[in-house]
């Protein structure tokens, strides 16, 4: 005879607001890691896939969240994606504009230049889904649900899931200082992202609905992607989070105050539950766990096999293997025994360039130099290889330390060393 079902880690508040969405952010690094490892082998690090990579891993994370728990707890697990009050949610996180509209000012603000290219446009774009998404199903459609059901017998259950969860939303963004290596602009956003959270939960425990705060944080993330920022806080940036901070903290305060109590109990009254845990065994638990194991598998096969294919030379559909074109702003001249190469780029003042090769023996850099509008890059093929080599120019502005633009060029060879043919 099985024992009755015991919920011990989400019936845990800790577990719920804190460990999970971590351990979200760890499954997201495992799955990003074989995915990038398909996509860099198939596309190469130019592709959009290589370069939304983190972003499709974590909207498959969030994915399987939502999936696992209704199935495995067999109980209502309403993430918000239907049901509540689409047009309050909308409607009350409108406030959130403030951030996006902050980043385009700043854009302006230290022209700072926009990212170029279809590809990495694109790329901006997934950047606020990927997050927008995922944070808030598990900061939000998880971490709230799961405290509102958790504190169902508080009074002060609603400020407590919004606070509790606001606050571990803001310390799980201190994990930047380990890549950044900036502590004091980590700590500034751990209170920023705190305050955003709680503003966020106070909307999703007002509507229920989770599209608004998802759109607000897609905005927000796709408007710090669309431009190349040096990354250094300033006392402007500092002053605008600590004022932030308290316009979000007391919005959130006023949209769950006491006199909107009973209506947010009444449309919470059906919220999350997983039966009666004393009761029934959910006979479903194990099978949804084989079934959840089994997805990770086959996703994990699935890129090994695409993986293999692409090393073979097979043409995967998704990812066709034909020559890329080269950039338009790039042109080039062969010279007339065709082993050496000129390669110009456009140059304005200010400008600079760094060179990354593939082969830095087999294809020379002879020479480089600024001349008028146009960048300069002489090469001459030393020997006979006929390993095609892969040219990177990054373009940077002044001192900022990431490159406004990349170009790339892969050179290939006949068998007697001359220059076939060139490609991006």
Not at 171 to 196: K, M, R, S
Not at 266 to 273: H, R
Not at 392 to 416: C, H, Q, R, W
């Amino acid at each position: 005879m099985e024992k009755p079902a015991k919920h011990r880690f989400l019936n845990n508040a800790l577990f719920t607001a804190l460990f999970v969405p971590l351990a979200f952010f760890v499954l997201r690094d495992t799955i990003s890691i074989l995915t990038e490892l398909m996509f860099r082998s198939i596309g190469g690090e130019d592709s959009l896939l290589y370069q939304i990579n983190d972003d499709i891993a974590r909207l498959i994370i969030a994915g399987l969240l939502m999936l696992i728990m209704p199935i495995f707890f067999r109980g209502r697990c309403n993430f918000g994606f239907k049901g509540g009050f689409l047009k309050l949610g909308i409607l009350l996180s409108l406030p959130a504009l403030i951030v996006p509209v902050w980043n385009l000012l700043q854009i302006k603000l230290y022209d700072a230049p926009l990212v170029a290219g279809t590809t990495a446009v694109i790329a901006a774009i997934f950047h606020g889904i990927g997050p927008g998404v995922s944070e808030e199903v598990f900061c939000r459609g998880f971490t709230v649900s799961n405290l509102m059901r958790i504190w169902k017998d508080k009074p002060n259950r609603i400020f407590l899931s919004v606070l509790v969860s606001g606050a571990a939303f803001g310390l799980l963004h201190a994990v930047n200082v380990i890549v950044t290596g900036d502590a004091f602009a980590a700590i500034i956003q751990v209170i920023y992202t705190a305050a955003i959270g709680i503003f966020y939960g106070a909307v999703f425990v007002r509507s229920r609905n989770i599209w608004g705060v998802i759109i607000m944080h897609t905005l927000t993330d796709v408007s710090a992607f669309i431009a190349v920022f040096d990354g250094n806080v300033t006392g402007m940036d500092i002053a605008f989070c600590a004022v932030g901070s308290l316009i979000f903290i007391a919005i959130a305060l006023y949209l769950i105050r006491p006199a909107k109590r009973s209506e947010i109990d009444a449309l919470w009254e059906d919220g999350w539950s997983f039966g009666d845990e004393n009761g029934k065994t959910h006979a479903g638990a194990k099978a949804a766990a084989v079934v959840s194991a089994v997805v990770v598998i086959a996703f994990a096969a699935s890129i090994g096999v695409m993986l293999y294919q692409s090393r073979r030379g097979y043409d995967i559909p998704m990812f066709p293997t034909e020559e890329k074109t080269l950039d338009k702003d790039v042109q080039y001249k062969l010279s007339d025994d065709k082993k050496e190469i000129t390669i110009l780029l456009p140059y304005a003042v200010g400008e600079k360039y760094e060179l990354e090769s593939s082969d830095a023996e087999s294809l020379a850099l002879d020479d480089c130099r600024e001349n008028g509008d146009t960048y300069i890059f002489e090469f001459s093929h030393k020997g006979t290889g006929t390993e095609n080599v892969k040219l990177t120019f990054s373009k940077t502005l002044g001192d900022m330390p990431v490159a406004i633009e990349d170009y790339t060029v892969t050179v290939s060879f006949n068998a007697d060393g001359t220059i076939s043919s060139v490609g991006g």
